[in-house]
């Protein structure tokens, strides 16, 4: 039994370190790159880019809310941390050219709106990228 238990408790330890050292970049190669790309430029007509996009929809409420509830978002295998890490990641790394970089997503903000998943997508994206523009942000470009 305490064999069992030294195991366990091995276990235990090697999983959290392991989620210690998570990398927002490493998440991105492991669960989002095989459909945007190394780049973050998606695919034209089918994938959305986010490399200058994502920055403009994380500037309104209703973009922040249209990310966090895209399918790849809201179905994510990434915990609510990992997936907000990720996205803010993104953020900085592909930034909207002129802009400053956006408020953060925190993990409670991704938990309170990734749990109601998009309906219509494409017709979402529009509407929001008409708030967007309405608002004085560039709006992303389309796919």
């Known amino acids: ?59 309104t409420s209703d973009g922040r809310d249209y990310v966090l509830r895209v399918p790849g978002a809201a179905n994510s295998v990434l915990s609510d941390a990992q ?19 956006p408020a953060p997503f925190t993990a409670e903000e991704v938990a309170r709106v990734r749990r109601t998943p998009l309906a219509n997508v494409k017709e979402r994206r529009r509407e929001v990228i008409r708030g967007l523009a309405a608002s004085g942000v560039a709006p992303p470009a389309d796919y």
């Open 83 to 101: 997936l907000a890490a990720v996205l803010n990641w993104l953020a900085m790394r592909y930034p909207a050219a002129e802009e400053r970089p």
């Open 1 to 59: 039994m305490r064999r069992v238990l030294q195991s366990a408790a091995v276990a235990l330890a090697l999983a959290l370190a392991g989620a210690a050292d998570a990398r927002p970049d490493q998440d991105y190669m492991l669960y989002c790159m095989g459909c945007h790309g190394s780049e973050a430029r998606g695919v034209p007509g089918k994938i959305p880019p986010l490399a200058g996009s994502l920055a403009r929809f994380m500037r």
